[in-house]
Structure formats: structure tokens, C-alpha cells
């Protein structure tokens, strides 16, 4: 039958009309009602019990079905479905997961394991009941709002009366339609913490915690909103130089996924392992073994840069609130959990009142019913309302002592009153019944007017009754940026072609000029003096004639390049020192003054700044008087690389050759020890250890009784934990120790001077008995240390100060040392000296040195003046003693003469010339 289109609507022959509905609209509205779906009903947890509606319904049928013993997981997936409009599978996941949580539900059975991603037994294998922390704080039917499920059967809640943040607690994770949320799960007891400090108007701060350890750092969390993240680190441990264990993973990841990318990492490359063994069993234990001459804390860091020993996480707290879904922070939602129990403790309480006056009130009108025989007038009344009337004209003298109405429900409940409890009605027992209720009403009325301390008192209960074993797992702290080029292995060889100007890893038959990385970047210079910066590839074209290429290292302020060139214009010859600390990379720079005609005779690249002496050979038909002479780089400041240069000769140069190598114009480095890292920087974070040359060393003093000395590498890892002292090596350092012995638990007092020098080697410098602790330790020449102690036979303490130096002489590092001369130790603690020698480890950063530039108008102030008292006192010194009769006058001092101060060097060393006064 064909039909007409009409106006958006369609007519049969017949005259029908059909309302005609653009498949746009229907995409439209069905979308749309699809979306808010995902995002209400599945994907997006409520604020106000924090859970999903598959977890609500999970909960909800378990607590229907609670009857104390454990059921089988089954048959709860089975009640829920009663609830939820979807497969037993997603139910049964939904339920595995929580119980993971190790929070709302008591397991039993095989639930899985989150740290190795093991998968929980089925259904009907394992069994599972409400915690007790779950009956306190997730049900209440008297202050749930119900609604109906989805066919209409049950009653299912909307929410769950929760009165802790258990959104916090748990976490959540979910994908909807354009919308997801992510909630990272915070510490227990924290958070009851937090909201204690709330109800009480003090500020919090709130930090997640997971179940699986590790590290983390939270200088980005940006409490949870979106933009924020955080940086997760597994905890890895260095049992020997060949050996490492992983401890702890980082949240999200398991120790199968952790594992395969290690082993990943290894194939590609990045690091060099031999194997990778998983030991996990109650605690995680990966061991990893290192291929030969890999080094462990190059090792540490190369995992955190290239495996899923660190993982960045970015959270997104989005919630429903009132329907709809809402990116709050983390304390927002806290502050609103703590404002939502307030509310449900009030409601408790209101509703036990209202509870209580009710029976105060019965028992009352069953009191006057009783004792004044009201029963009896009605045995005369013949209909029900006469009954009904005789009652209430008996409890009329005495409805004004009620707090409400008599009603007719009330006057209906006397007469249900048995004649046997009316027989053996108690009046003392009555009354004594009616007095424990006034009691806990006057509590309850108490608590009303003081909510907030009644929620606080309420919070301390959960937190003693369930917090321990709730405290924090993950340890926050600071986690450095791990530059990847600088950690990557080896794994690929660099070759050059210098005529054709190809470099890479693939001209297996050219030039080898090391080793590198697949994320190198790679730096060549030219003849004709330009040079540029490329990504390391197979084959890459630089340009011809290459002079140097080499692994670039961006901001490297150390490498310094000598150069010689003859310029294109002026045909001078220039020499130049340069450092290229930052550049674009595949663009050509040009090092020489003019673009065209100029070529570079000599160059070096020198990775400590070194400078070195070069002869010069003019050409023979030079008019130079000097045709070969010699020229020191040191001589000429390390400028930009855009730098003309200084003249080296106007004249012709046949060649330049290297006479002798130079050593570095650099100073020393400066370093910095992070202790809250246990790294070393040159970013002056962190306590300063000095400057350091190349064959400079630094020294480690740890809590158990040992040291060892290790480079100033900048990817050297410490146990700041176990640290008790780290100071620049000075082979000249005297230690000085108290310790105690293990098996006599005699203290013992030794000093000795640092005799290994093998690096990366620990060295135990108290007794190897099995409970020996290190008391004290001081690096000063002369230490004072205060003791407290007690006295034979007293309970009262002492205090001595002792100087070690006074107590035993230098020996060997192995040695037992003296026996202390108190052996009641309670307490030990060293007394800096006024005025500290010069000790290893003390040195100023040549950043932070006082510029005396800005004092000299003031001493040459001070020492003017200084030098006129002089003259004054010396003037007077001359009238008052000058001699009766000499044929010669002592004129004393002229103004201008110069006076001679004897400076003592014991004067000096002592500090008594600390303002530099005189030279």
C-alpha cells in the first residue's frame, strides 16, 4: 500500500495518519536516556554509601540472608539477582572485588588475590557473611529510603545509611558513556582521623594507602580532582651486588603483570638481567637477577624508568550527588560522609527518643490502670465504645503529665493487657523499669545537644574497636624524576662513516665509537664548523667530513669542546671553548663567524672541561717571524656556543697538532645529599657534602654498626632509613664510637682512623656479636659526649661529660675499643664544640660562601678606627711616662706610622681573629 509524506507525517490511501519520528531525534533521546543510565546505574558511585548499585544490591541481600553463618557465595549472587537486572557473572565479579577490599565482607574459601591477579575460586566453592564493621556502620532499616526493585516484587534501598566514608576507604574505579571516575582507596584509620579533626574544626589532609604497598608520592595529588597524580613505586631492595628483590608493586599492577614487564624491558633491551624469579607467597618476593657487571642502583632506577616497578595514576573523583554526577575533591567528600553521619547518629537518636517516651508512656498508663483499678469499672459496660470510654474517663485526671495526646490506639492496648500480668503487677518494679528509661532518655537528650561530640565519640569507637591492623601500608615520600637516557643499558653499538656523514647503529662495517642506547640522542660536528643534534637510528645523514660524534647528554654544563678555526671572511684563525647544554634537535647550528669559506683545523671534546696545549704550524710563506709557536686553551674563558672566539694568529695556519693534554679548568662538583630520597643532586636540595673532584670519595655511617664508601655518582641509591651519617671521604678522619656489646652487654668506647678504601663494601666497625648497637658516633677530633646514667645501688641519674679523646687513643677499625667508664647507660648525646675544626663533610658550597666584597668599606672602617684608638692610647702612654731629663724626647708614634700586631697562631686557631682584621 503506498503512503504519502505529508508535513512530517505520512497518509495511507485510506487517509490514515502516522506520526513520523527522524531517526535523529530517536538517536537523540535513546542516547541520551542510555547514558544516564551507565552513569547512575552502573558506573558511578553514590556519594551517600559511596557503592554502586551492583555492590548496594550485593550488600543488601547478604544482610538479608544473614543469619550469623557463612553462605555460599552462590546462593547470594542468586538472592541479588532478585535485585539487579543483569547476569550472575557481573554480580559475581562485582561481589569478588569487594570482598578484595578486605572491608564489608567476611570471606571464606579461595577469594583470589589482588597482589598476584589470581582469580577467586567459583562461585559455589566459597562462602561469604556481612562483617561486623559492616553491621555497624551499613544498616538501618528505621533510616533507609526504600524504593521498589526493577520488577516490582522487592524493596531494595536507594542508599545505604552509611556512617563512615566508605567511598574513601574502598575506592572506586568506572567507565560510563563519556564520563569515568576514578577514586584511589585512603587509609582506615586515617580517615576516621580526618573526620574527627573535622567535626572539631582543624584542617586534614588526606593521602591514599593500598593494599599492596610500596611508595608513594603524593606532590601532585591535587586531592583527587581531576589534572592531579600520583607516582606509586614498588619497593625494591639490593640483597648483593648481582641480586635485587621487589617487595612491594604498585597499586594496579600484579606480580605477573610486574613480572612480564621486566621481562619485556630485558628483551628490548632497556635493562640487563639473567633472570627473574617469582617467590611469593604470604609477603611478595620477585628476585631479579643482574647480568655481570650491571649496577645495582643504575639497575633500580633503570626498572622504576622502563617496567611497572613505578606507574603514574591520575584520579578523577566524580560522584552522584542528588542525581547527578559531580567532580568533588577528596576532603569535599570526606566533609560531606562526616555531615551525613551527624545526620544519621541525629536521626538514631530521635528516632530511640520518640522510642522511649512511647514505653515511658505505656508504662505510665499501665501503671494507672493497674493501681487504680481501672479495669474494674469496665466489667459493668456492655458495648465496646462504653469500654472504650469508661478507660479514658478514668485517665482523664491525669493526661496532663503525658507529653502527648491520649489517643484511642493507646486506651486499645490497656485492654489487651493480660489478667495475669495485671494479677502479679509489680508497682517497685514498675517504677524501677520506668527510672532506667528517664535514665536513657536524659543520655539520649544529652547526646542531642552535643551531636558533634557524640559523632566524635562514635568515630573512636570504630577506630578502637576495628583499626588495628588498618595502618597505613603504602609510605609516602618523595619520588625523584628518573631521566631515562641516563639509566638505560647499552644496548646498541655506535658506528660512523666521517666522509659520507652517516652515523647510527646499523654501519656495522664503519668506524665503532661506542656504546649506547636506543633513546640517545647523538651530537656531530662538522669540518666546515656547523654541527647538529639527531635521535640515534639505524642510519641517519649528519652531513660529510664528521669531526666528532658522540652521545649527547642535554644540560651537561661539563662538556666542554676546544676548538680552532679559520674563518671564512677575514681568514683569521680563531680558538674558542664552548659548551651546547640545550638545542633542537635535526637543526644545523653554526659554530664559526662566518657561514661560508671557514674550516676548523683542530677540535676536542672534553667531558670534564679539560684544556689542553697546542702547537701551532703557520704555513711557509707566512710573513710571521714565529712560524710555529704554542697556544694553552686554559688561557681563554668557556663561552656560548655563538662565540666568534679569540684571535689565534692573523696569519696562514698549515696545522695544528696537541702537545700536551690539559687537566680540567672546572671546579669541583658541588653536592647535595636528599635525605628524605636517599639520593645525591647537584640541585642544592638536601644537606651539602662539599665540593668533589674526581678522585674524591663519600663515606657512609650506618645505624647497624657499619660503613662504606661509595662515588659521588649522582645515580647512587642510600637506605636513608638506615643511615646515620654521610660526609665527603677525608682519609685523615678520626671515628669516634660507643657501642654495645650483644652477648655482655658490656659498653665499649673506641676511635679509629678509615684504613679500606674499597668501594661499595660495607665494613663493621663494632663487635659481630648478635645484638650489637651502635651508641653514638661523632666525627669531631676532641668529641664531647653527655652520658646519663644511673649510679650503683641509686635510682637517681647522673650526667658526666666525657671527652673520647681523653678515654682511648687511636687504633685499627677492628678493634673492641675500652670499656666505657659507665656502664648504666640510659641515654647518650655528643655536645658540639663553640668553635668546629675544620672536619670532612663541613665544606661551604662555593654557591653559598658570604661575598666579603660587600664588607670591605666596613672593615677598612673598623680598622681605621681600631688603628686610631691605638695611636690615641699611645699617645697618652707617651705624656703620662715620658722621662723627667733626656737630652732626647720620645715622640711616641706619628699619625700614619704603621704598628705591628703579634698574632699568635695559637691566637688564630682559636678563633680570636674570626673578622679577618689583620693579614
Known sequence: MDELENNGELQNEEGTIHN?????????????????????????PAINDGLKPVQRRILHAMREMDDGRYNKVANIIGSTMQYHPHGDMSIGDAMVNLGQKELLIDMQGNWGDVRTGDRAA????????????????????QTTEWQLSYDGRKKEPVTLPVKFPLLLAQGVEGIA????????????????????????????????????????????????????????????EEVDKNTLVIKDIPYGTTTTSLIESIVKA??????????????????????????????????????????????????????????????????????????????LLRRELEIRRNELLEKILFSSLEKIFIENRIYRDIEECETWESVLETIDTGLEPYKSQFYREIVRDDIIRLTEIKIKRISKFDSFKADELMKKLQEELAEVEHHLANIIDYAVTYYERLLEKYGKGKERKTEISSIETITATVVAANNQKLYVNRKDGFIGYGLKKDEYLGECSDLDDIIAFRKDGKFMVVRIQDKVFVGKDILYAGVFRKNDDRMVYNMAYVDGGSGRTFAKRFSVTSITRDKEYNLCKSDKGSKVHYFTANPNGEAELITVFLTAGAKARKKVFDFDFADIEIKGRGAGGNILTRYPVRKIELKTAGKSTLGGLDIWYDKSIGRLNTDERGEYLGNFQAEDK???????GQYELSTFELTNRYNANNILNIVKFDPEMTV??????????????????????TLNKEYKFI???????LIALSLFSAPLIEVNYKKKGENTKSTDTFNLSELIEIKGWKALGNKFP???????????????????????????????????????KLKEDIRHEVEEESEKEKLSNAPEKSGKEDKGLDIGSSIEFDIRKDDKKNGKDQLGLFE
Not at 647518650?828 to 668599606?857: R, W
Open 698 to 704: 663519600i663515606i657512609s655511617f650506618y645505624k647497624d
Open 736 to 757: 669516634s664510637v660507643i657501642y654495645q656489646d650483644g652477648t655482655s652487654k658490656t659498653y665499649y668506647v673506641k676511635r679509629f682512623q678509615i684504613e679500606t678504601l
Open 822 to 860: 659507665v656502664q648504666t647507660i640510659t641515654s647518650v648525646k655528643e655536645i658540639e664544640p663553640e668553635i668546629e675544626e675544620e672536619e670532612a663533610g663541613t665544606e661551604t658550597p662555593s654557591s653559598q660562601k658570604e661575598d666579603t666584597s660587600e664588607n670591605i668599606d666596613f672593615l677598612s
Open 266 to 343: 630485558n628483551e628490548k633491551g632497556k635493562i640487563k638481567i639473567k633472570k627473574v624469579i617469582d617467590n611469593t607467597a604470604k609477603d611478595i618476593e620477585i628476585q631479579v637477577d643482574l647480568a655481570p657487571g650491571q649496577s645495582p642502583d643504575i639497575t633500580i632506577d633503570a626498572l622504576y624508568a622502563f617496567t611497572d616497578c613505578q606507574v603514574s595514576i591520575s584520579p578523577n573523583a566524580c560522584v552522584i550527588v542528588e542525581d547527578k554526577p559531580i567532580f568533588l575533591t577528596v576532603d569535599e567528600i570526606l566533609k560531606k560522609n562526616a555531615d551525613q553521619t551527624v545526620d
Open 20 to 44: 513520523v519520528v527522524p531517526v535523529s531525534g530517536m538517536y537523540e533521546n535513546w542516547f541520551l536516556d542510555y547514558a544516564s543510565y551507565v552513569i547512575l546505574e552502573r558506573a558511578v
Open 767 to 773: 663487635s659481630e656479636e648478635k645484638g650489637s648497637k
Open 177 to 236: 558513556v563519556g564520563l569515568s571516575t576514578k577514586i584511589l582507596p585512603h587509609n582506615f584509620c586515617e580517615l576516621i582521623d580526618a573526620c574527627i579533626k573535622y567535626l572539631r574544626g582543624k584542617s586534614f589532609k588526606l593521602y591514599p594507602d593500598f593494599l599492596t604497598g610500596g611508595t608513594i608520592d603524593v606532590s601532585e595529588y591535587n586531592k583527587g580532582l581531576r589534572g592531579g597524580k600520583v607516582k606509586v613505586r614498588a619497593k625494591i
Open 122 to 141: 567459583a562461585s559455589r566453592y566459597i562462602e561469604a557473611r556481612p562483617s561486623k564493621f559492616a553491621l555497624d556502620v551499613l544498616y538501618n532499616p
